[in-house]
């Protein structure tokens, strides 16, 4: 190999690391997002202050109704909550419409708090979901995954507690 074709091997490789690093933290890391002062509104189409929910542990889940991987969460989330996170409360966020909301939130009928945001989770810094955020009782972003969260898994049950106590 001669040594043009060695530098343009390198540089290939390189591009091709920096495109996969960037992939990477777009679509599998967590945004920051300001969490409790996201402005969001009810099925109502009331505003909801979320930093009234400060003091209280926090589970906030952003999801699509057509996202099946959303839907699965949701569902082992619905499963182990009253058996192992009482007094957390679990929060799910939608950038959909309000009739999407409500047609969700009544179809799937988890006794969870649905909220939407007026803008598209892309403008928020979202561009790939599930996207689940612990929040601890001080308001504070303890643990986030992009990804469906594995909710009857003992281990991580066990790491979920402990960070919002």
């Known amino acids: 190999m001669n040594r ?34 996201q402005e969001v509104f009810d099925e109502q189409n009331k505003k909801i202050d979320l930093a009234s929910f400060k003091g209280k542990p926090l589970i906030i889940s952003y999801y699509a109704s057509w996202c099946g991987d959303c839907i699965k969460e949701l569902k082992e989330l619905n499963e182990v909550k009253e058996a192992n996170l009482k007094g957390i409360t679990i929060i799910c966020i939608t950038d959909e419409t309000q009739e999407k909301l409500i047609s969700f939130k009544t179809k799937r009928n988890f006794p969870f708090q649905f909220y939407r945001i007026n803008k598209s989770f892309d403008e928020i810094g979202i561009h790939s979901i599930p996207v689940t955020y612990l929040v601890n009782a001080k308001g504070e972003m303890v643990y986030n995954k992009v990804g469906a969260v594995q909710w009857k898994d003992h281990s991580f049950m066990q790491y979920a507690k402990k960070m919002l106590e």
């Open 4 to 37: 043009n074709n060695k530098i343009a091997l390198f540089l290939l490789l390189v591009v091709g690391g920096l495109i996969g690093l960037y992939m990477y933290k777009k679509y599998r890391v967590a945004p920051t997002i300001p969490l409790l002062t």
